[in-house]
Every structure is written in structure tokens, then in C-alpha cells.
């Protein structure tokens, strides 16, 4: 079956500056690759998706990218704010199966 | 997403006690999940079912029972035999199961031992 892995499982940026996550994938029958934004007592949030007929899509400061021949997709967030402290989870999706990284803790210091 | 509506947000089990976790949705989504989530270890699937009365086992059943006898409603049972069922339980929706869509969550119940 599919598993993720994610890195790092923890991030701490100043304000301003930019903030990677990286995840890989096993499972070369993934197509579907969403990210997801939890902040601390709350409901996992859709934040960014990414389908695998497309290399890269940004939204305003967010912006992920897929290399499907590495398995392995990124989330870019720039010019970070206090606000997007926040646990950040990759999945990756096949038909049949969705599966999920561990997670990154992102910590954006003002 | 106000369309998923977990409760209670916060449950208490006694040894022995079998308890059970509510999940509705009012997105009409096919595909409804059950997910445990402990610290550091991500999101894992316990059950999922795409259709009413029928439902498949995630990766960690054991100690769960769901079922799913109307479309809007998927509950979850945390039964006596799951030994350590401390953890932040979140109930997911998606649109169609195999068509590669978001999944929608709702605001999750954690579960503790007393």
C-alpha cells in the first residue's frame, strides 16, 4: 500500500521568510496529492491541491510542486505570518485509497 | 466545514465500557472516514465506507465497529477491546470515493480514559 513520509516534523521561520515541507510517496498509481492545515483543537483544512497532470500550482502565498518521476511533492509558503503557525499534513490519493504524512509543525516567530 | 457535525467533542470511557462516536453530514457525500489521530503519528484510517450498508476496515480496525444505515450518518464505536483508545478521533467526507476529491473533516472528539 501507499505510505507518505513527511520532513520535518517541525519548523520554526521568522516572520517574513519563506517555509518548505516536503513529503515522498511510494504508490506510483497516486494522482492526487492535497494539503491540509490544522491549526491547534481544530478541523483538518484543505488548504492546497495538486493533481499528477500538473507540475506545480500556486494560491496567493502557497504554492506546492510535484515531481511525479521522484514521488515526491513540496509546499512552499512565503512570506510567512504568525497566522500560518499550524500543523500542515501531505496525503496522497489514489482511486481507491487516500494516505496521510505525519504531519509538520510549522511556528512562525513574530 | 459546517456540513460535518462530530459529537460529543469531548467523551470519557470507564473500563469496559463500549462507547460511540457520532459523525453526520449534510454535504450529501458518498464517502464518509473514521481517522485516529495520536501525536506524531499523522492521520490513520480506521474504517471507511462509500456506500450505504456497506463499509470497509482502515488500517487499525481492531477495537472499532462502524456502521452506515443512512448516507448522512457514519458512527463509530470504540469498543472494550481496544486497549488504548486515547486519542482525537476525526470523521471525514468526500464527494465520491474513487474520484480523487478532497476529504472535508469535521471538528473531531477526543476520547479519553477515566
Known amino acids: 500500500g501507499e505510505n507518505v513520509e513527511q520532513h520535518p516534523s517541525t519548523l520554526s521561520v521568522q516572520e517574513g521568510d519563506s517555509a518548505v515541507i516536503k513529503c515522498t510517496y511510494s504508490?506510483?498509481?497516486?494522482?492526487?496529492f492535497p494539503w491540509y492545515k490544522q491549526e491547534l483543537g481544530k478541523r483538518p483544512q484543505l488548504i492546497i491541491d495538486?493533481?499528477?497532470?500538473?507540475g506545480e500550482k500556486k494560491d496567493q502565498r502557497i504554492a506546492v510542486t510535484l515531481n511525479k518521476t521522484a514521488k515526491h511533492f513540496s509546499l512552499h509558503i512565503t512570506e510567512t505570518q504568525p497566522e500560518d503557525s499550524a500543523v500542515y499534513f501531505c496525503?496522497?490519493?489514489?482511486?481507491?485509497?487516500?494516505?496521510f504524512g505525519a504531519g509538520t509543525r510549522l511556528t512562525v516567530k513574530p | 466545514d459546517g456540513g460535518i457535525t462530530q459529537s460529543p467533542k469531548y467523551l470519557f470511557r470507564k473500563e469496559g465500557q463500549n462507547v460511540t462516536l457520532s459523525c453526520e453530514q449534510n454535504?450529501?457525500?458518498?464517502?464518509m472516514y473514521w481517522y485516529r489521530q495520536d501525536p506524531g503519528q499523522g492521520l490513520r484510517l480506521i474504517y471507511y465506507s462509500q456506500i450505504v450498508n456497506d463499509f470497509q476496515k482502515g488500517d487499525i480496525a481492531e477495537g472499532y465497529s462502524v456502521s452506515r444505515e443512512k448516507k448522512e450518518s457514519f458512527p463509530l464505536t470504540v469498543t472494550s477491546a481496544q486497549k488504548n483508545p486515547t486519542a482525537f478521533y476525526l470523521c471525514?467526507?468526500?464527494?465520491?470515493?474513487?474520484?480523487?476529491?478532497?476529504?472535508?473533516f469535521g471538528d473531531g472528539t477526543r476520547l479519553s480514559i477515566l
Open positions: 495538486i493533481r499528477s497532470n500538473v
Open positions: 454535504l450529501n457525500h458518498d464517502a
Open positions: 496525503a496522497a490519493s489514489t482511486p481507491e485509497d487516500m494516505r
Open positions: 504508490d506510483s498509481a497516486s494522482n492526487y
Open positions: 471525514a467526507s468526500s464527494i465520491l470515493a474513487d474520484s480523487n476529491q478532497p476529504q472535508h
